[in-house]
């Protein structure tokens, strides 16, 4: 079911979904590159730069490319469904995926994983999620919280952000899918 604003989707209780699965329900479109960096002398001579843009190409809602921003040749661009099928490890019957959504064009997606309820004297319940927040902006990296707010949109991610205990930070590099 979509959120209400169309920025993702909730997946109902009895959908057993995966990350990878619903990443391509959400992002299946989106791709994104590092392209060389040029820049030209005064003489007019081009050159290539050792640094790259990141660049999100044209989807189907739209049809320009999006620069993400500038990193070094190293930045190592990955897929959001490369990323989402190493979260298809975790055991869903206790992690089970409850929203996926898009954010900024592309720029970061994130993934609410139900974690444990608890309660407070036995009449207070709480709920907690973990949330991955998967990101394409370099400089930014990707994100595991615990969270005990269930991102939905770019409102809630914020307020789920700050309600975090625990903030695992993953660096774009190679591994960041192991």
Not at 53 to 63: F, G, Q, S
Not at 139 to 149: A, E, F, N, Y
Request: charged share 20%.
């Amino acid at each position: 079911m979509p959120a209400w604003h169309n920025l993702g989707i909730v997946f109902p209780a009895d959908i057993d979904i995966l990350p990878s699965q619903a990443v391509e329900q959400v992002a299946g479109d989106l791709v994104f590159e590092a392209a060389p960096l040029f820049w030209r002398s005064p003489d007019s001579t081009e050159h290539k730069s050792t640094s790259k843009i990141i660049l999100r190409k044209p989807t189907a809602e739209d049809p320009t490319y999006k620069e993400l921003g500038i990193t070094s040749e190293n930045w190592n661009c990955q897929s959001y469904q490369t990323l989402a099928r190493s979260l298809d490890k975790i055991d869903r019957t206790v992690f089970k995926l409850e929203t996926c959504g898009v954010l900024s064009g592309g720029e970061l997606l994130f993934l609410a994983l139900r974690g444990e309820d608890w309660s407070v004297l036995g009449r207070d319940d709480m709920r907690t999620y973990f949330l991955v927040n998967l990101s394409q902006i370099p400089g930014t990296g990707h994100r595991c919280l615990h969270v005990t707010v269930r991102a939905v949109c770019d409102n809630t991610n914020i307020m789920a952000i700050g309600s975090s205990r625990i903030d695992l930070r993953i660096p774009h590099s190679a591994d960041a899918a192991q």
